[in-house]
């Protein structure tokens, strides 16, 4: 696999919850990956009613080895199973991080592992154009109303 992009929960559930779980694997075809760690958390929110239970059905997910399992381990603990187990295997596989939490976007550049989020999917959508900016927009917009704590209401100024 060439390098592969770890998706966390904080992008599995953004993308979910305005069906655009496809949009990752346009981008990025049998590249995108996350981790059994994340994929539990997913499943805690799924049960609970929060996210779509079948939203992710070809997400490929994979187990860590003794390696990372070990490298997550040494990780802050202010950091979750998820978020730990993400940036080993990111490290170690040499992948880029795709998440929205401020902690685990500062772990990974210190560890120099490209981080990215779902602003940063959303623009590479419209740049590539997978999406048109208004719809991306109004898609930003649908994540806002569902929780999604952006830092910006539009992408205007990032494509």
Same mark, same amino acid.
Request: aromatic share 6%.
């Given at each position: 696999?060439?390098?592969?992009?770890?998706?966390?929960?904080?992008?599995?559930?953004?993308?979910?919850?305005?069906?655009?779980?496809?949009?990752?694997?346009?981008?990025?075809?049998?590249?995108?990956?996350?981790?059994?760690?994340?994929?539990?958390?997913?499943?805690?929110?799924?049960?609970?009613?929060?996210?779509?239970?079948?939203?992710?059905?070809?997400?490929?997910?994979?187990?860590?080895?003794?390696?990372?399992?070990?490298?997550? *381990?040494?990780? $802050?603990?202010?950091?979750? @199973? =998820?978020? +730990? %187990?993400? !940036? /080993?295997?990111?490290? &170690?596989?040499?992948?880029?991080?795709?998440?929205?939490?401020?902690?685990?976007?500062?772990?990974?550049?210190?560890?120099?592992?490209?981080?990215?989020?779902?602003?940063?999917?959303?623009?590479?959508?419209?740049?590539?154009?997978?999406?048109?900016?208004?719809?991306?927009? *109004?898609?930003? $917009?649908?994540?806002?109303? @569902? =929780?999604? +704590? %952006?830092? !910006? /209401?539009?992408?205007? &100024?990032?494509?």
């Amino acid at each position: 696999m060439n390098r592969p992009i770890l998706l966390d929960n904080t992008v599995l559930s953004n993308l979910a919850l305005v069906e655009q779980t496809d949009l990752v694997f346009r981008l990025w075809p049998e590249r995108v990956i996350t981790t059994r760690e994340v994929w539990r958390e997913y499943e805690v929110a799924a049960q609970a009613g929060k996210l779509p239970p079948h939203a992710w059905s070809d997400l490929t997910v994979v187990e860590l080895t003794a390696y990372e399992k070990a490298s997550a *381990a040494a990780f $802050a603990s202010r950091l979750g @199973a =998820g978020e +730990r %187990s993400c !940036l /080993a295997v990111a490290q &170690t596989r040499h992948g880029l991080l795709a998440s929205d939490d401020a902690d685990t976007r500062h772990a990974a550049q210190r560890l120099d592992i490209p981080v990215s989020g779902t602003l940063g999917i959303l623009v590479l959508a419209v740049r590539r154009q997978l999406l048109s900016l208004d719809r991306a927009n *109004a898609l930003l $917009a649908d994540m806002i109303a @569902a =929780g999604f +704590r %952006s830092p !910006l /209401a539009k992408l205007d &100024t990032l494509v």
